[in-house]
């Protein structure tokens, strides 16, 4: 007697799941059923694959929500915000497009997510924003043409990035660390053609953790990279690229600090200034062989930059010690280092600069030991 109810529920259930996945069972296609409504209406641990031009916005609120697309999918924010992930944790994102949204991705009150294979771009704010303690794994992901930052960390919010990562041709910063984490491991990021490549900023932090990960910062309008305000990024064996930078190369400004350890290669070349260090900042290259496990040196290579290879002002410190070097050459100016600045070299080179290959002003303070 019962059987009706039962066959009434299975009826129900064969809907959603029609709704959620298309008429067929393959792939829910956007031009015919709305993604918004299937993902409104999932349960926690659902997979929905999607194809075609699917309308934001798209507001995930369940735990352990997969989102993948299949073919040509791309999801278009029509001005709102194109995909909200509100609070939920364990998301999957892949292989689709976000773009037209006020923000493409925006995770937010301590959602966490993975992003893989995703392009985001062509968004009015941010490309992707963690906010409020959110967290995500991204994985090759690209960050184009977004109106603010292409990738943006703010209020306790973390992110690890690994395998490859693309951020370019954003209108302000290629990443925003803003009193955030950001980790790279095992990865290769290239940031180029933003306004400034990457901020840390505001005692946030960045790390790289392996000598397999590499960062380019290459041609952004002003600066690579810059750390400032109380902000510390850590390099412990990966390389850091940045050239053709107009203004800096790298900054570290506003009692920020940067650390370079266990064979992290720096390279500075075509910029304005290689390196630019003021305002009571702290960078510190060393490399100690019986703690880190690498054998070789820590090098700061400054080479070709328009002014200084290393400009070092207002009562900063630049320190070199156990296996690091500075090799700095045909720069307009070696090292220039003034107002109180301290600064300690070691095993270096500073040569064929085309003015002076270290100039020391007003009130400065050094150490060079083993140094040509």
């Known amino acids: 007697m019962y059987f009706p109810k039962l066959f009434a529920i299975s009826l129900l259930s064969l809907a959603a799941a029609t709704a959620a996945f298309g008429d067929d069972g393959g792939p829910l296609d956007c031009g015919k059923r709305s993604l918004a409504k299937a993902v409104a209406n999932a349960h926690p641990g659902d997979t929905i694959t999607f194809t075609g031009v699917c309308a934001g916005p798209i507001v995930i609120q369940v735990d352990g929500l997969t989102l993948k697309g299949a073919g040509s999918a791309i999801i278009d924010g029509g001005g709102q915000d194109a ?26 009150n301590g959602a966490h997510a993975s992003f ?49 990562f693309s951020s370019t041709g954003n209108q302000v910063f290629g990443i925003n ?14 940031i180029s053609g933003n306004a400034i490549g990457l901020q840390v900023a505001t ?4 790390f790289i953790n392996d000598s397999k990960t590499t960062l380019n910062f290459i041609n952004n309008q002003a600066v690579g990279l810059t750390v400032v305000s109380g902000g510390h990024m850590v ?21 920020a600090g940067l650390d370079l350890d266990a064979g992290t290669q720096l390279n500075v070349s075509g910029n304005g200034n290689g390196v630019l260090l003021q305002e009571g900042s702290v960078m510190t290259v060393f490399n100690l ?7 070789g040196y820590t090098v700061l290579n400054t080479h070709g930059n328009t002014g200084a290879g290393v400009q070092a002002q207002t009562n900063s410190t630049l320190t070199f010690s156990g296996n690091a070097k500075l090799m700095a050459t045909a720069n307009m100016m070696g ?19 085309s003015t002076k290959d270290l100039l020391m002003t007003f009130g400065t303070r050094a150490d060079v030991q083993t140094t040509t």
Do not use: C, W
């Open 177 to 190: 660390v803003n009193g955030s984490a950001l980790n790279f491991s095992q990865a290769t990021a290239n």
């Open 203 to 206: 005692s946030g932090n960045a």
């Open 116 to 164: 893989t294979n995703l392009n985001v771009h062509n968004n009015f704010v941010f490309g992707i924003s963690l906010q409020t303690g959110s967290s995500g794994i991204l994985s090759g992901v690209t960050t184009t043409g977004n109106g603010v930052h292409g990738l943006d960390l703010e209020t306790g919010s973390s992110a690890t990035i690994t395998g490859a």
């Open 83 to 108: 995909l909200t992930i509100a609070g939920a944790s364990r998301a999957s994102l892949s292989n689709f497009e976000v773009r037209g949204g006020l923000d493409g991705i925006m995770a937010t």
């Open 289 to 295: 062989p019986q703690f880190s496990g690498f054998p």
């Open 235 to 255: 390099s412990f064996g990966g390389t850091i690229n940045a050239t053709g930078n107009p203004l800096n190369g790298v900054s570290i400004n506003s009692k």
């Open 335 to 353: 090292v220039a280092a003034d107002d109180g600045v301290t600064l300690t070299l070691v095993n270096s080179t500073l040569t064929g600069n």
